[in-house]
């Protein structure tokens, strides 16, 4: 019918090559590994150039803000003297709304640069605004392909509003039925077309993000006089932690920690024509965050530049339940209407809080615009037309796909940590029947952000 | 319904029949077939619910299957929701309730 995916297969790695206008192979170590630092570099950009080129598209300088009554909500449950300041990078001030135009703006540069006349992106949330917005400023060509309906043409309703968004700028948006085949999808439309691909896994896609990380340093210690002690970054497909994690090193805090946080979706089947519908969270959940920390170069180029296991520090999961209760009192308490992208970072950050002292600062990193179809009261319209059960008990019993359940308190938002170990034992495994040399455990030991005694130890478990 | 040339449509396309789908995906997946669809301006006087041409936005041809004129956004805000306003009363009195 529309395409054959053997055929298109054969022909990927060429498809590839020509639409990022990246030789991956100039990359690639002896063995298992590739020079990740020399793929970065490749690139050509420092990041003075990345923060100018931004700033001409409207992007990045981002408000970074005091969430004074949600600190003072959380150290209602913490004990004397704990309760640390929770700020808020608020990223919803960039050009189309979100943190993605950093990415989108350094990707438009690009294949701008490359004399590209268009561009691609397979995406179905914020990155597919910031790319249609910043290809509209550039002129050029863009089209967005999205996984939207299921196979009873039901859709969710945040990813129509992203539709609309796209098209408001002037994108042509392909909507797609269910399924990975998403992916061939758009390797054809990248090779009827030879535009770029605006990949948001390639090197420029993440040092985009780098200037975020960069920031929130500065801000931080321009207000404080210190570094942060924490930044928790909404984890899904890995650039944004990596991103952020990799410009806040570049601005030398090499005391912050860095963690990752998902939406608990765990039992949801992503690629599930029947379970697309039973989720309230199309991103920054543990349907992408877990695969792409495990296998990071399952994306669209042969070697993803998010590798967020090389940068994160500790991982946290919430549930659905807690990130609306979360949602509705950044409204209420800080009139700040966001989200739910950035929201899954602050309902960990509300819990964790209670766990530092006053003195301490956990910064939230992103934000997002939001509006019909993305706000909460239509995910949780939905969420209730697809008979998911609306429960307030407690929040660490919720089953995805069942039902959600909001806390009867906000002292009840309880985070789980996932073991980075186990994360890394499966990525492990499937190197499982390799003779690992020398230089392949050296690019596991950064792969994984541990030492070679620790690989070692996971290896023979 | 006869529709004019040039009209601003949407149209909807069969990528992939069940057969032709990729391997390793769930049941109720590769049992459905995946469909695509796509805005443009037709090409030619068409038929609703017949198949059609069009040249989307930016400029491609793509054939498929007239199903709507002058397509409208249909998401909204959504209905009322209970436990949301419950949730806000909650947030409220805890933040609030003892002044």
């Not at chain 1, 540069?109 to 949330?125: I, M, N």
């Not at chain 1, 301490?360 to 969420?383: D, N, R, W």
Request: proline content about 3%.
């Amino acid at each position: 019918m529309g395409y054959n995916v053997d055929d298109l297969n054969k022909r990927r790695n060429e498809i590839i090559k020509k639409s990022v206008g990246i030789d991956y192979s100039d990359f690639e170590n002896e063995g298992i590994g590739f020079d990740y630092t020399k793929m970065m570099e490749s690139s050509g950009f420092t990041l003075d150039n990345i923060f100018d080129l931004q700033k001409e598209s409207m992007v990045g300088d981002t408000p970074l803000v005091e969430l004074k009554n949600l600190t003072n909500y959380a150290r209602k449950y913490s004990k004397k003297g704990y309760g640390a300041k929770i700020l808020l990078k608020d990223e919803a001030a960039n050009l189309s709304g979100s943190f993605k135009a950093r990415r989108a703006a350094v990707s438009i540069h690009k294949a701008k640069e490359l004399g590209y006349k268009g561009v691609v992106a397979a995406t179905s949330g914020n990155y597919g605004a910031a790319i249609a917005a910043l290809a509209a400023k550039a002129g050029l060509k863009c089209i967005i392909l999205q996984e939207c309906f299921d196979s009873n043409n039901v859709a969710q309703p945040e990813i129509l509003e992203k539709a609309r968004a796209c098209e408001a700028y002037g994108a042509e948006v392909m909507q797609l039925s269910v399924g990975p085949e998403l992916f061939y999808t758009f390797m054809s439309v990248l090779e009827e077309t030879g535009y770029f691909n605006a990949s948001l896994y390639s090197p420029y896609g993440i040092m985009g993000i780098e200037t975020l990380g960069y920031e929130i340093v500065n801000q931080v210690r321009n207000k404080y006089n210190k570094d942060p002690e924490v930044v928790i970054c909404t984890n899904a497909g890995g650039g944004n932690l990596t991103g952020t994690a990799r410009g806040i090193k570049k601005a030398g805090a090499l005391g912050t920690l860095v963690y990752g946080a998902s939406v608990d979706l765990t039992g949801l089947h992503m690629a599930s024509d029947k379970d697309f519908n039973r989720k309230s969270f199309t991103t920054g959940h543990t349907g992408f965050g877990m695969p792409f920390a495990i296998n990071p170069d399952r994306s669209d180029v042969p070697r993803s530049a998010a590798r967020p296991l090389r940068y994160m520090d500790k991982y946290y999961t919430v549930n659905q339940g807690s990130v609306f209760f979360i949602t509705e009192a950044l409204a209420v308490l800080e009139g700040m209407e966001r989200g739910p992208a950035g929201n899954t970072s602050l309902a960990v950050a509300f819990n964790l809080a209670q766990t530092l002292p006053e003195n301490q600062i956990i910064v939230v990193q992103e934000s997002e615009y939001t509006g019909a179809g993305k706000h909460h009261q239509p995910q949780l319209s939905f969420a209730k037309k697809n008979n998911i059960k609306l429960i307030f008990g407690n929040p660490l019993e919720e089953i995805p796909g069942e039902n959600i359940i909001f806390p009867k308190s906000a002292k009840d938002i309880k985070v789980k940590e996932v073991s980075l170990d186990k994360l890394r034992k499966s990525y492990l495994k499937r190197f499982k029947d390799n003779e690992l040399t020398h230089e392949d455990k050296v690019f596991l030991m950064e792969e994984l952000n541990i030492s070679l005694d620790k690989l070692n130890e996971l290896i023979k478990q | 319904m006869l529709v004019e040339k040039s009209k601003f449509v949407r149209i909807r396309k069969y990528l992939l029949l069940p057969n032709e789908r990729a391997k390793n995906i769930p049941l109720e997946t590769s049992k459905v077939p995946m469909k695509m669809w796509v805005k443009g301006r037709l090409n030619h006087e068409g038929e609703l619910f017949e198949d059609v041409e069009i040249t989307t936005v930016s400029g491609r041809i793509e054939k498929g299957t007239l199903k709507e004129v002058e397509p409208k956004y249909k998401h909204s805000y959504g209905d009322y929701v209970e436990e949301l306003q419950r949730m806000r009363e909650i947030i409220l009195s805890e933040m609030w309730g003892e002044e």
